[in-house]
Every structure is written in structure tokens, then in C-alpha cells.
């Protein structure tokens, strides 16, 4: 791995210390390693730093370049870390967010704590509900999407993408079959959502051609973790997206149905908010910890 900051603080500590042996007690290093560092650096840049020629330690006017260079750099790394440091502690007020049940619940919640250790004092108001808020109207900073994108003047940052899939517990298949064709799963319970932007329908993808299955069923909730307990409960099929039930797959609490007929169905999961110059800094400092690590959950699926 590539540590030239790393490398660039041990030839200021050689240079500073006097010697090769005073650097390495200060930095709880061997002097052979410190050797070593000093040399993949010359090699790496093709050029001789220090004179080894004399008694004492001398540099090459290349050398004395390098240093006054790097002193430069690593002084100004230090302070945009002591500022960026103050900025977390000083940055306060309120992030209201909205996301839905289930990409709250096992994402973006256990996310909170570390984020709150970096910035003691920003608040979050958090809202779960699988129902699309308008941001302007409910006073939203961040809503977390899934699925297309409205036209709208708003930004999006974009995290991966979820896979639904048909799922079951292994309790209700014993009891009532597995489905082994699409036009089987209309003899199941399927269990639905009673959105009101939603149709109580299935869309499947089949060959090519999207087919709209109805969801006839015991159940309609508003979102998708009342689905999920109650797939689990081997109430019966569910269709959800994988990382609101990837610990249920991996213990066997539901296994996926039909996942050799349907083709994958994909929708993407964005942050959207209210972009432009002025974005609070309590905003743009909750996208820029939460966006990355919640890409890295996605993905790591």
C-alpha cells in the first residue's frame, strides 16, 4: 500500500533527530527499518535524499528539498485535520431524515451512534414509513429512496441497488407446497402492501416481458418489516428487498421461491435532498458520513 505521508514523516524525524538510531527510538522503530524507508523513498523517486558518505547525517540538495517540501505538506495535513476536527465538534442543529422501514431499521440506525461520536451536536430527527414524502412540505433534509426517481429539481447521491425477491418461510412451504411456476403463486397467500401509490400486484419479470401478478392474501401493511415478521412467522410468501431480510436468508428463516424462473428485479436506492450553495453544513456533514458507509452495507451483500 502506498503510505508516501507515512514515509514523508519518517525522513522529517531522521532529519530532525540527527540520525538513523534517535528517529527510531522516537518512533518505537528498528533503525534497520527506518533504513529501509529512507531507501524505498530514494529508489521510488530516483534520487539520493541523504549523503551516507560522512560521519554525520547530510543531505543531498535534494534532500534538503524534500524536506522542506514534506514539512510543509505534513504541517498542513495536521492543520486541515485540527480543523476538520473543531468543525464535527462546533457543527449543530437538526438533520431531519426520512428513510424506510427496513433500510432504517438494519442500515442506517446502527449508524448513528458513530456517527453522533463525531458530531456530539447534531440532532436526528428520524422518520421511518415506506410512504414517499415530499421534502418540501414535510421539512425534510435527506430522504433515503428506493426505486425510481422522481423528476424534481432535487440532488440525489447514489448508494447501490436492492433486489426484491419472493421469499417464504420453510414452515409455510412444508404446510402448503413450493411454488414451481408463476401462475402457482396465485393458489398462495401473498402478502402485500396497502401504499397508496401502490397496486396490489406483483410485478415479474418472465422471459423478458413484466407481468403483473396479483397479491392476493391475509395481509396489507405499510411496510416492509410487517411483511417480513410475518413471512417469517410462515404467514406467507413475501416479496421485499434482500438487505432488509439478508439475516433471515443466511439462518434459513426464509429461503428464496422462484429465483431459478423470475429474473432479477433491481431498483436503486439514492439519497435525495435539497441541494445548492447553502445546504446546511449539518446536511452536508450527515450525507458525507452516512452515504459512503451505508454504499459499503449495500454492496457488501
Known amino acids: 500500500m502506498d503510505n508516501r505521508a507515512g514515509e514523508m514523516e519518517v525522513f522529517r524525524r531522521v532529519v530532525e533527530a540527527g540520525s538513523f538510531s534517535e528517529a527510531a527510538r522516537q518512533m518505537l522503530m528498528t533503525p534497520s527499518t527506518i533504513s529501509k524507508l529512507i531507501a524505498r523513498t530514494e529508489k521510488r523517486m530516483g534520487v539520493r535524499l541523504i549523503d551516507r558518505s560522512t560521519r554525520r547525517l547530510s543531505l543531498t540538495a535534494e534532500g534538503e528539498l524534500y524536506y522542506e517540501r514534506s514539512r510543509a505538506l505534513l ?98 412451504l412444508e404446510r402448503f407446497g413450493t411454488p414451481r411456476t408463476i401462475e402457482e403463486l396465485s393458489r398462495h397467500n401473498c402478502l402485500g402492501f396497502n401504499f397508496r401509490r401502490s397496486k396490489p400486484v406483483w410485478p415479474i419479470r418472465e422471459n423478458g416481458r413484466t407481468i403483473e401478478l396479483p397479491a392476493h392474501g391475509t395481509l396489507l401493511a405499510n411496510n416492509g418489516e410487517t411483511v417480513r415478521r410475518l413471512a417469517v412467522a410462515g404467514v406467507g410468501l413475501a416479496r421485499i428487498a434482500d438487505f432488509h431480510m439478508r439475516d433471515d436468508l443466511k439462518s434459513g428463516r426464509l429461503v428464496e421461491v422462484l429465483g431459478d424462473v423470475i429474473e432479477s428485479d433491481r431498483e436503486e436506492i439514492n439519497a435525495l435532498y435539497l441541494g445548492g450553495a447553502h445546504m446546511p453544513q449539518r446536511v452536508q456533514a450527515f450525507l458525507d458520513f452516512v452515504v459512503p458507509r451505508l454504499r459499503q452495507f449495500v454492496n457488501d451483500w
Open 75 to 172: 504541517d498542513e495535513m495536521a492543520a486541515l485535520e485540527t480543523t476538520l476536527a473543531r468543525g464535527a465538534a462546533n457543527t449543530g442543529g437538526t438533520v431531519r431524515v426520512n428513510a424506510s422501514v427496513g433500510l432504517g431499521t438494519v442500515a442506517l440506525e446502527p449508524l448513528l451512534p458513530g456517527f453522533w461520536q463525531a458530531y456530539p451536536n447534531i440532532a436526528v430527527d428520524l422518520s421511518l414509513s415506506d410512504e414517499i414524502v415530499d421534502l418540501y412540505l414535510d421539512r425534510t433534509d435527506v430522504a433515503f429512496r428506493i426505486g425510481r426517481l422522481p423528476d424534481s429539481g432535487m440532488m440525489a447521491r447514489h448508494i447501490g441497488a436492492a433486489r426484491r425477491m419472493i421469499v417464504a418461510a420453510p414452515a409455510y
